[in-house]
């Protein structure tokens, strides 16, 4: 089956679960796959790499593409994927003028991929391709999206294992999603749950919580996971901050991206509440005790929080404004619609 009949084939099949909600993607013959590796530095390991894919995909019945992202790496990476593009057509090379990071990356992988089924997945040889087909058979179970979950991880306890462990359970927890591993870079999408989906910053590992937002199904998979065997890795603690910072984005867009208002209302109250109290305590002591408004800090508190309560409500005031501005300059719609009955597409 080819790509424009498996296509042809997998429209029929979302059409089929629209006119039926309860119903799950059953699996079609034979998918378009495209496999994303972003590359920083890999001049040891992606050599290896691609033999390691080249054999598992080939077994896989249908189309495949393996995209090479170079981020902008200064050793011999960009001359090595060059030469191995140059021997097979179906290795495609994306070069990236400078170092943008892993999420940027893999963007761009997104953005030139033609696959029906995208997998990304790190180019330091610590994901197993043997892994792929066992993803693609967990997609076919109805899931829009698979992520592995390296159970058994062969990384250092102290520097890598405990801020990641922890930093999955506060994520699980804020978003919703409950995962084991989000850092884990090895997961297999059907197509539909990225579309519209931008990721900056560090926001790659999060894309589950964007597809779960579109009403995608997510399920985890155990997969391997090796040592690493060349080069050092490119994260170190600092990754945390950035992590907490992301996730702090992520919720935002998640549930207050088309009410923006609620979240400056709500540390506006917050301030106005502390205006008050100090206020009320400055009056107090004023009256009761007779102490000069000059002896003690509440009025200033009072007026600084009156201050900042009221330019929170500005500047919630201003979100909106943005907010209609991005979703009707565009035609977007801050809803999802995942099935109708009865109705005709809108002109």
Known sequence: MNAESYSEGYADNRAAVLRNPDSTLAPVANPSLSIIVPLYNEEENVQLLVESILPVAEAIEGQFEVILVNDGSRD?????IAGIAAQNDRIKVINLRRNAGQTAAMMAGFDHATGDIIIPMDGDLQNDPADIPRLLAKLDEGYDVVSGWRKDRKDKLIVRKVPSWLANRIISWVSGVKLNDYGCTLKAYRREVLTGVRLYGELHRFV?????????????LPVNHRARQF???KYGLNRIFKVVLDLIL????TKYQAKPIYVFGF???LFFTVAFVAGLYAVF????EGTAFIQTPLPLLF???????????LLGLISEVLVRT?????GRTHYIIGSTLNIEPSK
Not at 76 to 80: H, V
Not at 250 to 253: G, P
Not at 303 to 313: A, D, H, L, N, R
């Open 326 to 330: 991005y979703f009707e300059s565009q």
């Open 76 to 80: 011999r990476t960009g001359e090595i």
């Open 267 to 269: 540390i506006a109250v």
């Open 231 to 233: 080069g050092v890795s």
């Open 303 to 313: 007026v600084t929080g009156f201050m900042s309560g009221m330019m929170c409500i």
């Open 250 to 253: 992520v919720r935002f867009l």
């Open 208 to 220: 589950p919580i964007f597809a779960s937002w579109q009403g995608g199904r997510i399920t985890e």
């Open 285 to 288: 002591l004023k009256i009761v």
